[in-house]
């Protein structure tokens, strides 16, 4: 008898999912026609979860799984799932730590050096042929240099180290904030966020959203100044968003690169209709090697914890 596995988000690798399916009796909840009736039917006899980093599951959800021997978090944000409940309850939670580091911080650099150098309104211009239309230099603005940029980055864990790491190579000053200062980074410690605001030119956030929600509000974005960028690669709601908006549209900001929103996949529409504003779609770890190293992540919890072995990636057990 296979093992039943809840999987609650589509995973994108197909080999990854041939595995679970071989290994498993995989029901995709997300193809479900009738969610209340296959909990009847199933709820109780099923013994393992896969999520999505920001979508998790509800506490309600798991109190409806009384089997479960794990949930498997395909992604690195613990947010959305409550560990006391599951640490109370002795349920393994495992997510894939340090498996989308570098993708993240990728998609961060990729994203401040679009918003400083205008490339999805340069790709636009190209694209609509106005380049033929207005050809001399001065109908596109004059974009911001990044090299150098003096860097804030909120949250100095995996991703925040790694964005500092490429931002170095770039030249780029780089101050951080966080609960605490931490011995092993050797960057400028600033304990306030809007004090690292004034004194950057772009903010980027790579914090956890648990306990910082809505950090950056508009007097933190009035701190960055017309001058400043933020780029968001973390969670949407560690921002303010209608602040956000607001000052993207006054040019109270000079731009941003947006990968997370408050709620996902609706983006406030004066922020699609701005040309300051770089958009992404939640894809910081969208690439085959970093999806294909979570799904192993993925399946090595499911094997261990359903032959009984506590997974040595549990954060709750
Ligand atoms: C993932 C995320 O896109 O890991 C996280 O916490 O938010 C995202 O990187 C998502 O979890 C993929 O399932």
Redesign the pocket.
Known sequence: MKHKVLQL?PILIPEINERLQALYEVHRYFEVADPEAWLEAHGATTQAVIT????GISRQMLERLPALKVVA?????TDAVDLAYCRARGLPVTA?LGA?TED?ADLALGLLIAACRNLCAGDRFVREGQWELFPQPSAIPLARRFSGMRLGIVGMGRVGRAVAARAAAFGCPIAYTDLQPMADVPHRFVSELIELARESDALVLCAAADKAEGIVDAAVLEALGPRGFLVNVARGRLVNEPDLVAAVEAGRIAGAGLDVFVDEPRVPAPLRGSDRVTLQA?R???TWETRTAMGEMVLASLSQALCGERPPMSLTT
């Open positions: 988000n999505g980093g920001h979508t978090i395909n992604g690195v944000g894939t989308l993240v939640h910081a770890s969208a």
